[in-house]
């Protein structure tokens, strides 16, 4: 790979910053300094340092950010404020998008990364990852209502696939998902005349949100939690 393109996808510059630095003696390769960003380098075994601090490469970044109300799931947007901005300048570099949606109104678990295939893996209905989402609905939701949303609804056009439901009391509950269509949980409760008035994704496969993160924080997945990406690659 590319000198430049390493440093970029460390996220530690920009490719033209990144540029600089090379030219200007800032990275040994080896403990020798190289000024050419197109220097080939092996990722996996050379020792690359950027003004003398190690630089670890990594191929994919994965992260759970605790999604506060207001942001919308988008790696960039002309007025509204984007999950990627609350992550750090460096890891926006690396560009990481979302890995799937959840409305602007709705929290919780959301997973950034730069595995584009991993994301598609998890995000297919076929591999049927399962998502849990705390809610809350305007009316008392019906035993009846329960067992149509458990079945399937028609959300206009579509029938959602089969899903569990389980009520702490009549407004309040979890819903487990397999698939992810565009406001699927609001539309769903619409389809039993009720309305969503809090919704919060807790889950994503084994993925559980970190309860020591505050709305807004994130972190890093540990290995463990990364496996189920990995497992798109096998
Ligand atoms: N279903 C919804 O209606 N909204 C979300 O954000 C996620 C699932």
């Known amino acids: 790979m590319r000198l430049d393109k390493l440093l970029c996808e460390c996220g530690k510059a920009s490719r033209s910053e ?6 200007g003696g800032k990275v040994l390769v080896n403990n020798q300094v190289i000024k050419k960003p197109d220097f080939k380098v092996n990722e996996l075994t050379d020792t690359i340092t950027l003004n003398g601090v190690a630089v670890e490469y990594k191929r994919f970044t994965y992260i759970m950010l605790n999604k506060p109300e207001g942001y919308v799931s988008a790696t960039d947007d002309p007025t509204e404020k984007t999950v990627l901005e609350l992550v750090s300048e460096e890891d926006r570099r690396k560009g990481l998008f979302p890995c799937g949606r959840l409305d602007k109104n709705t929290l ?7 595995d584009g295939d991993g994301a598609h893996f998890v995000l297919s209905p076929k591999h049927h990852v399962k998502k849990v989402y705390r809610f809350r609905c305007l009316s008392p939701l019906s035993k009846e209502s329960v067992c149509r949303l458990e079945g399937g609804v028609d ?19 979890e819903i487990t998902l397999t698939e992810g269509k565009y406001h699927q949980i609001k539309r769903m409760l619409e389809a039993v005349d009720n309305k ?6 807790i889950s994503f496969g084994d993925i559980v949100l970190d309860p020591s993160l505050e709305r807004g924080q994130w972190r890093y997945l540990t290995e463990n939690e990364e496996k189920i990406f990995i497992r798109g690659k096998k």
């Open 196 to 201: 969503i008035t809090y919704l919060e994704r």
């Open 155 to 173: 959300i206009g056009g579509y029938f959602t696939k089969p899903c569990t439901i389980k009520m702490e009391n009549e407004l309040c509950g």
């Open 108 to 114: 919780g678990l959301v997973i950034l990364t730069n």
């Open 18 to 23: 990144a540029g600089k630095l090379i030219r």
